[in-house]
């Protein structure tokens, strides 16, 4: 049954104690024997089995499906290196010249990967009722950035920008079929993770991020489907004009940013989530130091009633399920 998602979002804003809506999926493999990261990612049967145990284990105020900065990409033919403890990652890059942009062929949603994702969420929908579901996607740019290369794709938006455009609106193309093939299957929304505009300046991230962002957004969101924007880009603030203004009401950032500095920019209509050190407190930390961690954002943030703790990004695979629960207990303490 689909969820009015704009009265989710008002419901979050009006609540005095909010549920946590931490990026935690991959660490559920810790809890099905015998599976890897290799495994869970490849299959939707194991997929949408990890998200209802996440769901039964963890208050989280939504169920986030597996989704990593990969799927869409192999999906256009990227090459991607797979390992048992980590998330798969994109290796070099398909597009070497304008004409490989030009000749660039739009894939079928389903092909590789994506065709798991969405059955994942498919099945995980028959057994969540109990808050909303939202699946991954990654970014117009960011996904363009990875068939373009990575580290060039900065120097090709002014060396060649129509070679990016062309790319940008064949990627945006697929990724309204992708979102709308997510709503089918009856996912409430998606987070789209946008990171790699994060490297952008403000005006190139309105003309090779925003509105391609924007585009995604008119096409697939409505009143029972919403579009998360993520970025984790150090430079976010600098850019939150254009962020802000790209039809999303719910936005998420790393831990690269000051929180508390970009609280006072968010609408407040709009909702903020953020943002935990993934890496350095929920993988590499010890329960008290999450605990703390965790308190200390919320002391500054909790402030503003839009504010909704989270992690910065993806919590990894690997990280300890103490430190999880004492993110958590942290958030609860802080609500008692």
Known sequence: MSKD???????MLAADKKQAVPVLTFPSVQMMDGITVDDLVRN???????????????PCGAALSYMDLSV???????????????VPT????????????????????????????????????????????????????????????????????????????????????????????????????VVMAEPLAGILSEDLAEEFSAEY?????????????????HNCGNSTIATIDSIVNNGCRVFHFGN?????EMMPLIPENCVAMGNVDPSSQFRNGTPESVYKATTELMEKCCKYPNFVISSGCDIPPLSPWENIDAFFKAVDDFYA
């Not at 998602?5 to 419901?11: A, E, G, P, R, T």
């Not at 690269?256 to 508390?260: L, N």
């Open 5 to 11: 998602m704009n009265k989710w979002i008002d419901d």
């Open 44 to 58: 939707a049967d194991l997929q949408a089995k990890g998200m209802q145990i996440i769901a039964e284990r963890t």
């Open 72 to 86: 869409e990409a192999e999906a256009f033919g990227s090459t991607i290196r797979y390992s048992d403890e980590d």
């Open 90 to 189: 994109v290796i070099g890059s398909i597009l070497k010249e304008p004409e490989d942009a030009e000749a660039l062929v739009v894939p079928e949603v389903g092909t590789g990967r994506t065709g798991n994702s969405i059955e994942a969420v498919r099945m995980a929908a028959q057994n969540i009722t109990d808050r909303p579901i939202l699946a991954g996607v990654i970014g117009p740019f960011s996904l363009a950035g990875r068939l373009l290369d990575v580290t060039e794709a900065l120097f090709l938006c002014y060396d060649e920008p129509e070679m990016v455009h062309e790319t940008l609106k064949k990627v945006t193309e697929f990724q309204i079929k992708y979102c709308q093939a997510y709503k089918e299957a009856g996912a409430d929304g």
């Open 213 to 229: 962002v924007k585009q995604i957004v008119e096409a697939v969101q409505d009143d029972n489907f919403i579009v998360v924007y």
């Open 256 to 260: 690269a940013i000051d929180m508390e």
